[in-house]
């Protein structure tokens, strides 16, 4: 693999973690059970949540979406 795109892939990855941690804090501040299910179901809560609480919910779209995208140029350039 090539340097430039490992170093961002790590990086897209971490900023992808951040989003969604920034996901699960939003969810447990709405309610105790949205955070269990953003942990426990895969996506579904995530984009519901987003449809629910827009505003609370745009930045760490946002977040994730660019940690993602950064993550994908990153494994596109290694490989």
Known sequence: MNLA???????????????????LVAGFRKNFWWGIAMIF???????????IEFRKSIMPFVTLATGIIISAIGYGIGN
């Open 5 to 23: 795109g490992d170093i961002l892939y790590v990086i897209g990855s971490i900023i992808a973690f951040v989003g969604f941690l920034a996901f």
């Open 41 to 51: 179901i895969p996506f579904i809560p995530i984009f519901i949540f987003m449809i």
